[in-house]
């Protein structure tokens, strides 16, 4: 062969080879805002809008009363663009303002009820007296107002607000009714972490609800599987949306993370599996951060997380539940290196263990229809339940308005020994909530608590087998009604749950 066009014939085929590894790599540089976006697109849903952020609910001071007005509402609202749904909110389509008041003030929250059917409003986590505690006595029928009083005696957190209608609870919550609270105290205020509601300092309401194809909700119903385990959504939302963005423009981020779902689990992580700090439990902040890559948030817990993103200016990652992105997170050019991870942020003591118990609390399976093989009591107390179906129930008694189980003397601190049994089925949690108080996890199994155990909790969780000892305290200013229960939803409605009285003597 003719070496010139032997030549020329490498020549082109370098040349091909050159264009064409050039074609391949361009084609992997999108940018990245398009890489997130593709990867988080959902076949149903392939939104990506600006996280919306409850807006903080206005106060007038009368006779040096902070006073807020919720009003519990119908809605339509769209989960999907142009595709309305019937909803239930305060103040609004879905959800609620977030409500922010501090220790030291007295509140008033008047509430409203101008949906079709009776409803309560229970602030979950609050220290407050049984009339202000919206638990199931306190019913507003509809058309009807109710005023919660009282003292704002506990340090800052994030608490939040629900209905509390007995039988109904998981239904009304699962058609939007839901809110955030956040109290703030000098500790709070003193700290240099990110405080600027909306911008630095971001509600992540973390729930889940049955979407129909074309995006509208749908009905509540539960499967049979679902009385079992609680409701499951086949949609996940943060603030009611579907894959929203956030951007940041500070170094340090706060994200309040609520699950406010019926009872799924949450496992909370980033994209590129960086590490963040838990700051703050159910009840306030830890004494010191907790570094961790995933925090598993059961439903009604509420944990603080601070993500640091100095080194992502210009960049972008996804926050992760149970391994989906579910938000982007988008940090400016310029990113304010403000705030600083405090070493410290607060001086809480743990209660000490101690033999003595006051109360135990077995959470079992009750009959449960040949289902789960469930060892209790198949007599009355199943048949007085809704159902028939299987039913959950705390020392082997399903909940009666007209029974208080027992009375608690104020100004004390006691022990409680909570057990799940066991015969409730594998993969059966139940996150066991008290009102009234914030308490302490002494023991957990036989052991000293884990780190994110330690800190102020209002709830404890308890898988298949758990024994967990919690220090209860009771401030000396309150007294009333209160509910102690599981915080799934669907348990709770099917009477899992029970009362106490607080009294001074
Ligand atoms: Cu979140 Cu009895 O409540
Ligand atoms: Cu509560
Ligand atoms: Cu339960």
Known sequence: MNKKYFYIIITLFVLAMIVSIFLILKKEDVSQDQFLTSKIATPKIAIEESLAIPELLDYRI???IKTFELNAQEGDYEFVKDVPSKTYGYNGDILGPTIRFSEG????????NNLNEQTTTHWHGGVVPGSADGGVHNIIQSGDDWNARFDVIQEAATLWYHPHQHEETAEQVYKGLGGLIIIDDENS?????????????I?????SKDLSDEGKLLPYQISHME?????????TFINAQVNPRLDVTTNLVRLRVLNASNSDVYNVSFSDGRKFDVIASDGGFYNEPISLDTLEVFSAK???ILLDVSDMAGEALTMNINGEPQLSIYAAENLDQKYELPESLN??????PSDEIDRNFDLELLGGGGMMGGSGAMGDSIENTRRGMPVYAINGQLFDMERVDFDVKNDTTEYWKITNIGDT???LFHPFHVHATQFNIVEFNGKKPSKLMEGRHDTVVLEKDDTAIIAVPFDKSLEGVYMYHCHILEHEDVGMMGQFELRSN
């Open 62 to 64: 009368v006779d040096d």
């Open 203 to 207: 509600p992540i309401i973390i729930q």
């Open 302 to 304: 509420r944990f603080e």
């Open 189 to 201: 205020k003193s700290l240099n972490i990110p405080q600027e509601y909306g911008i630095d300092d």
């Open 425 to 427: 089925g594998p993969g």
């Open 227 to 235: 009385e079992i385990h609680g409701f499951e959504g086949n949609t």
């Open 347 to 352: 001086t809480l003591v743990q209660a000490s």
């Open 105 to 112: 003030d007295t509140v008033n929250i008047h509430v409203e």
